[in-house]
């Protein structure tokens, strides 16, 4: 496990606003490891034992799908807490993805 890495994954998760949802692959980017958005995605599996906590539920596929659902127990939970912030999800997708986006490349840099 490339803890470093992760934990960089885990500081740019932690900065995405409520309400807001990113991607595997915008993280990536914004580390400057473009096509490591699977990487990320191991990452995220192992965010609930992180410190501090990481909305892991706010990181979603590039096109807004909940793929990573079921690391969170019971599944569902990843909607519940992302419409609990406002965020609309419909047949496992974000709704209004393009709205809801948020790009660490354009908000940190």
């Known amino acids: 496990m490339n803890t470093n890495f ?5 500081e740019i998760a932690r900065l995405v606003p409520k309400g807001r949802v990113t991607s595997y692959g915008a993280i990536a980017k914004s580390l400057g490891a473009a096509k490591s958005s699977r990487m990320v995605g191991h990452a995220m599996a192992f965010a609930g ?10 990181i979603v596929n590039s096109t807004g799908l909940l793929t990573g659902k079921f690391h969170f127990s019971p599944p ?3 909607e519940e807490l992302l419409a609990k912030e406002g965020v609309e999800v ?17 908000e940190i840099t």
Request: without cysteine; proline residues 9%; aromatic residues 14%.
């Open 90 to 106: 419909k047949n496992d997708k974000v709704v209004n993805f393009k709205k809801v986006f948020w790009n660490p490349i354009d």
């Open 76 to 78: 569902e939970l990843m």
């Open 6 to 10: 992760y934990e960089q994954v885990y």
């Open 49 to 58: 034992t992180a410190h501090p906590k990481v909305p892991a539920h706010r």
